[in-house]
């Protein structure tokens, strides 16, 4: 984690206990798994209910098409990471994962639940901050969403008695 960012158990006790909706809390958890021999990277996790329901590593982003040789995945995942933009990937890696975090902690809530990084959408709406009725304005917003997030906006939106 960056100094930005702090200690992860620090962090983790912002996002599940400080910022998390009461309606979510015990449901939502976030992980951070450092293994030996990954130079410093990370693999984050968002768990529901106990599930892992998204991984951000760069094993994800470059394993994600099995079948394809270990060398042809690292050379894709180099080539992506350089451009293909944060808005329009499906998997994410730990350094997405951070880079999202900070963005959410350093814009006002009203701004983070419309922020075209998918990632930053995620922490806002799991927010204690986000009311009802800017939840009941993102019922058809939600159905734009990656089905990954999607499942998060109707989780909370559930969560709230809103659907």
């Known amino acids: 984690m960056s100094k930005i960012l702090g200690s992860w158990s620090g962090m983790r006790k912002y996002l ?17 798994t450092s ?6 990277k990370n693999v ?7 599930k892992t329901h998204k991984r951000f590593s760069w094993e994800t982003v470059a394993f994600r098409n099995k ?7 690292w050379n894709s995942f180099w080539k992506e990471k350089s451009t293909i933009p944060v808005e329009e990937k ?6 997405d994962f951070c880079d999202a975090l900070r963005i959410y902690r350093e814009l006002p809530i009203e701004n ?3 922020h075209k990084n998918p990632l930053v ?10 009311g009802k009725r800017t939840l009941e304005k993102l019922t058809e917003t939600a159905k734009n969403q990656p089905d990954w997030l999607k499942a998060i906006y ?9 659907i």
């Open 154 to 162: 109707l989780l909370r939106l559930t969560a709230e008695n809103i």
């Open 44 to 50: 984050f996790e968002i768990r529901i209910d106990g």
């Open 67 to 73: 079948g394809i040789e270990q060398q042809e995945a």
């Open 112 to 114: 983070s639940i419309f």
């Open 90 to 95: 499906t998997e994410f890696d730990d350094e």
């Open 121 to 130: 959408r995620m922490f806002a709406v799991l927010d204690r901050r986000i």
């Open 16 to 32: 599940e206990q400080e910022m998390l909706a009461d309606s979510l809390k015990g449901r939502v958890q976030y992980s951070c």
């Open 35 to 40: 293994y030996p021999n990954m130079d410093g």
